[in-house]
């Protein structure tokens, strides 16, 4: 016996509905709703969990580790309404759809968790101390040089990841606050180091022996922006020893509370 025709197209539609569903499921796990719930997380969850998501107690949301099981739908459920009687509360300004973009990010973060090598914090600590000489432009809780970053806090701010593509690729991303200046006098000296202060007149540099210097733009043979001092460290160090420079700095949280 044939078929209605009108039952034929249900079924059709049906399963062109859940082929369509499964596309958009597979795309809130590789596509740009990612990007949207890594971007939800750094502006609802880092701010207490940390750019790493483990500053909490027993919580190390980066990789998946929580106080008990939860299902994609608890969590999201534990996004929009928080957990009564916790220091977790509600985020009334997050929708349900960007409450599950946020889970699919978080779970994307377990998924790579095995890619990487662990390092060893103490390890890392002689790296920068030694052999990566660090110190010679960076300061780390009072000691070091000033000409870089303090990096006491870091691991407030940046998250592995980025500190990783920083340790690799320090060109990729410069903050305004640590571009390096170099001037040359008609006399033909050169001096770089860090941007203080310019204007139409006038420039101020931290040279690399860290001394404040102060030069006429009209006496100048030239001046503008050059690399940062930092080189890469792609080539000097090995794997396990960029995951030990990265994990030593992931442990730089002061300030935070515990």
């Known amino acids: 016996m044939q078929k209605p025709i009108h039952l034929i197209f249900c079924l059709a539609l049906t399963a062109m509905l859940l082929l369509t569903a499964r596309a958009v499921e597979a795309q809130h796990e590789t596509g740009a709703d990612l990007v949207s719930g890594a971007r939800a997380f750094q502006d609802y969850c880092a701010n207490c969990h940390g750019p790493d998501g483990d500053l909490i107690n027993e919580v190390d949301l980066g990789h998946n580790n929580f106080r008990q099981p939860y299902s994609d739908e608890d969590l999201a459920g534990i996004i929009l309404n928080g957990i009564p009687d916790t220091p977790m509360p509600p985020t009334p300004r997050v929708t349900a759809e960007q409450a599950m973009m946020l889970v699919a990010y978080l779970r994307s973060l377990g998924e790579d968790d095995g890619s ?143």
């Not at 040089?145 to 592995?160: T, Y």
């Open 116 to 258: 990487s090598l662990a390092g060893d914090p103490e390890q890392g600590r002689n790296l920068f101390e030694g052999k990566g000489q660090c110190l010679d432009c960076h300061m780390v809780n009072g000691s070091g040089s000033v000409l870089g970053p303090d990096l006491s806090s870091i691991a407030l701010v940046r998250s592995a990841a980025a500190l990783e593509a920083s340790l690799l690729e320090p060109d990729s991303e410069v903050q305004p606050t640590s571009r390096f200046y170099t001037v040359r006098t008609r006399s033909g000296q050169t001096v770089s180091g860090r941007l203080l202060n310019h204007d139409a007149f006038s420039i101020q540099i931290l040279d690399t022996d860290q001394r404040l210097r102060s030069f006429e733009k009209n006496q100048l043979a030239s001046f503008g922006f050059s690399s940062p001092g930092m080189p890469s460290l792609a080539d000097d160090f090995s794997a396990q020893e960029i995951a030990d420079l990265v994990a030593f700095l992931a442990s730089l949280r002061r300030g935070a509370a515990q």
